[in-house]
């Protein structure tokens, strides 16, 4: 079918063709029209019906095919619009199977990256408020693919920060590595852009490995799917004590990493609601 005209046999027919949006009876054979929202999206063909109730069977089997063609569209349009407000992680496993939706969690031991802008909140005071648009659109533009290409989850944009998970909902063996890899190509992509448009702030990232309460959190009205625990709560620290340009891990991160990681230790550093100083490290690259 091409510009709303579909082929039967050697014959070509449009919405206009089909009388009253009914079949078109012709010697021995009746073609019925397929509608997706007004607009002619295919034809059956069936033989001329001997009885009455066989030509009632037809028109009936005609309305639930252009049912069904309306049912598919609506599915790849919801699809979309899944895949646009949400991971698509989470997307996939809530169009599988709804019940996952349902309010609860589980415990599962993931990767946490938190990012934001250093100087955000200086450059959103000298700038018009679609300059300040702008500039998340061109940071985030860049980061999500890098994020989803990983295997992480973005679960959350707050104004320039996001919070991405690797190992959930979707399990990884090496979550650590991608979550660390995933950071130091943000950084990359992030130097770029201010390459070309200096001024604009820096990213700056903190990654920590370990337990945390995984799921729908919210209400029957109204959920997300998130993550809580001092897992992530230890990497929204370290990324508030990183320089801007730089990716700051916990001790777990980099154990489970391995060698292979690049640092630069910072020591045990005193973080906010921790009793207990925490190990972190400024990671430079990936062996």
Same mark, same amino acid.
């Given at each position: 079918?091409? +510009?709303?005209? /579909? !082929?039967?046999?050697?014959?070509? %027919?449009?919405? +206009?063709?089909?009388?009253?949006?009914?079949?078109?009876?012709?010697?021995?054979? =009746?073609?019925?029209?397929?509608?997706?929202?007004?607009?002619? #999206?295919? @034809?059956l063909e069936v033989p001329v019906g001997r009885t009455p109730h066989d030509e009632a069977l037809a028109a009936t089997l005609a309305g639930q095919?252009?049912?069904?063609?309306?049912?598919?569209?609506? %599915?790849?349009?919801?699809? $979309?619009?899944?895949?646009q407000y949400m991971s698509p992680d989470v997307a996939q496993s809530l169009l599988a199977d709804p019940r996952t939706a349902a309010l609860g969690g589980e415990l599962v031991e993931l990767t946490a990256l938190f990012a934001d802008l250093k100087g955000f909140t200086s450059f959103s005071e000298r700038v018009a408020p679609g300059e300040i648009v702008e500039m998340l659109n061109r940071y985030h533009s860049a980061a999500v693919p890098i994020i989803l290409g990983?295997? !992480? $989850?973005?679960?959350?944009?707050? !104004?320039d920060a996001l919070l991405a998970l690797f190992n959930a909902p979707a399990r990884q063996e090496d979550h650590a590595t991608a979550a660390a890899r995933a950071a130091l190509a943000m950084?990359? #992509? #992030?130097?770029?852009? =201010?390459?070309?448009?200096?001024? %604009?702030?820096r990213f700056r990232i903190g990654i920590n490995t370990g337990q945390a309460l995984v799921g729908n959190i919210g209400s029957p009205e109204l959920r997300g799917f998130n993550a809580?625990? +001092?897992? =992530?709560? /230890? @990497? @929204?620290?370290?990324?508030? =004590? @990183?320089?801007p340009g730089t990716v700051v891990i916990g001790q777990a991160t980099l154990d489970l990493i391995g060698p292979g990681a690049r640092v630069r230790p910072l020591g045990g550093l005193s973080l906010k609601g921790k009793q207990h100083p925490v190990h972190a490290y400024v990671l430079s690259g990936l062996s």
């Amino acid at each position: 079918m091409d +510009d709303g005209r /579909v !082929g039967v046999g050697s014959a070509r %027919y449009g919405l +206009d063709d089909f009388p009253d949006a009914g079949p078109i009876r012709l010697a021995n054979r =009746v073609i019925h029209p397929l509608t997706v929202k007004g607009r002619l #999206a295919g @034809a059956l063909e069936v033989p001329v019906g001997r009885t009455p109730h066989d030509e009632a069977l037809a028109a009936t089997l005609a309305g639930q095919l252009s049912i069904s063609l309306e049912n598919a569209r609506l %599915y790849r349009e919801l699809e $979309t619009l899944f895949r646009q407000y949400m991971s698509p992680d989470v997307a996939q496993s809530l169009l599988a199977d709804p019940r996952t939706a349902a309010l609860g969690g589980e415990l599962v031991e993931l990767t946490a990256l938190f990012a934001d802008l250093k100087g955000f909140t200086s450059f959103s005071e000298r700038v018009a408020p679609g300059e300040i648009v702008e500039m998340l659109n061109r940071y985030h533009s860049a980061a999500v693919p890098i994020i989803l290409g990983n295997g !992480g $989850t973005i679960v959350q944009f707050v !104004g320039d920060a996001l919070l991405a998970l690797f190992n959930a909902p979707a399990r990884q063996e090496d979550h650590a590595t991608a979550a660390a890899r995933a950071a130091l190509a943000m950084q990359e #992509a #992030a130097e770029e852009i =201010v390459a070309a448009m200096p001024g %604009y702030p820096r990213f700056r990232i903190g990654i920590n490995t370990g337990q945390a309460l995984v799921g729908n959190i919210g209400s029957p009205e109204l959920r997300g799917f998130n993550a809580m625990g +001092d897992c =992530v709560n /230890v @990497a @929204a620290r370290l990324e508030g =004590v @990183a320089e801007p340009g730089t990716v700051v891990i916990g001790q777990a991160t980099l154990d489970l990493i391995g060698p292979g990681a690049r640092v630069r230790p910072l020591g045990g550093l005193s973080l906010k609601g921790k009793q207990h100083p925490v190990h972190a490290y400024v990671l430079s690259g990936l062996s």
